[in-house]
């Protein structure tokens, strides 16, 4: 993926960018690119984060987080988790947000109005009165306003706090001046509001992986010894069985075992058996390994050429 980063980076026009609006179309052209790469080769629902002068805070889904430092520009990516616990204290480490009426701000309009900044929301472009997103929307701006000098990662942290204790999980909060995020598609409550060179972006979004949780590699790995287990409980068993001539005639089970694991070649061929197993799951381990690392090879040459 570095090496991919680096390519899409380069032919994006991000080294070449000189200016700020330039080097922000430059970046949005990275990003889209670098995201749907990753979607095609690892599958859906990346998020990617490039940019300078930003502090974010994010739940992520383990092994699925990257960071990278390309000339001054930060490169983010990872993808949500499906759950998030939630804090011991919510409210008290959120702030404890204030209700529509009851903060002092809200107690004197006029004195808050000349004190906070102007903030624009640009996304949504229109807010639906009552809905959860214009409530969304209404707590970032407040937040923005009480900003002031903070530092950006401080923020965006505080924010994603406040915005879990009153509206759930899972949020995912960007702050700085220059940056730009393309989020997964299916997200939920995506606001952008601004204030003079601040930006702040947030949204929800969570990620269900679909089908069995079973480590499929691991369990390939663990077959071998799995087969060697039961090979040792078969010779146990035959031993236990076979130094009597004759069964119990009151137990079926028993002379069952008996007539199956007792004749002449019963342990020789079983001594083939296990053999054979054995041979196989240790030589399809080999050619697992091997076709990992090929599928790994031709991903990052897909990346390179997308």
Same mark, same amino acid.
């Given at each position: ?5 680096? @390519? ?6 991000? $080294? ?74 919510p409210e008290k480490?959120?702030?404890? /947000?204030?209700? /529509? ?25 229109? @807010? ?5 997103? $214009?409530?969304?929307?209404? #707590?970032?701006?407040? %937040? ?14 505080? @924010? ?14 960007v702050v700085g ?33 679909g089908g069995s ?7 390939? %790995? ?15 068993? #035959? ?7 004759? /069964?119990?005639?009151?137990? /079926?089970?028993?002379? #069952? ?25 240790? #030589? ?5 390994? $091997? ?16």
């Amino acid at each position: 993926i570095q090496d991919a980063i680096a @390519l899409l980076y380069k032919r994006s026009g991000c $080294a070449a960018a000189k200016d700020k609006k330039g080097k922000n179309a430059s970046r949005g052209s990275f990003a889209k690119s670098l995201k749907l790469s990753l979607d095609d080769s690892f599958g859906p629902h990346w998020h990617v984060l490039v940019g300078e002068k930003l502090g974010f805070a994010c739940k992520k889904r383990t092994h699925t987080m990257g960071v990278w430092k390309v000339d001054d520009t930060m490169v983010v990516l990872w993808q949500s988790p499906g759950i998030e616990e939630p804090e011991s204290s919510p409210e008290k480490d959120a702030g404890a /947000p204030t209700e /529509p009426g009851n903060s002092a701000e809200e107690a004197s309009p006029s004195a808050a109005a000349s004190a906070a900044p102007a903030v624009r929301v640009l996304e949504p472009a229109e @807010l639906e009165d009552g809905s959860e997103t $214009a409530a969304v929307a209404a #707590m970032v701006s407040e %937040r923005i306003a009480a900003s002031g000098d903070e530092d950006t990662q401080a923020f965006a942290q505080d @924010l994603r706090r406040r915005l879990t204790a009153r509206f759930g999980t899972i949020w995912h909060v960007v702050v700085g001046s220059d940056f730009v995020v393309e989020a997964a598609e299916g997200r939920r409550n995506h606001v952008l509001a601004t204030t003079g060179r601040l930006r702040v972006v947030c949204f929800q979004h969570e990620q269900f992986k679909g089908g069995s949780s079973i480590d499929w590699e691991k369990l390939f %790995r663990s077959l071998p010894y799995g087969v060697l287990a039961v090979l040792c409980f078969v010779f146990m068993t #035959m031993g236990a069985v076979c130094k009597e001539e004759h /069964p119990d005639p009151h137990s /079926p089970f028993r002379a #069952m075992l008996h007539r199956n694991l007792c004749s002449s070649r019963a342990e020789q061929h079983m001594q083939y058996v296990g053999g054979g197993i054995l041979v196989f799951f240790f #030589m399809g381990r080999r050619t697992y390994k $091997a076709g990992k690392a090929a599928q790994a090879k031709a991903t990052a040459n897909k990346l390179k050429v997308s």
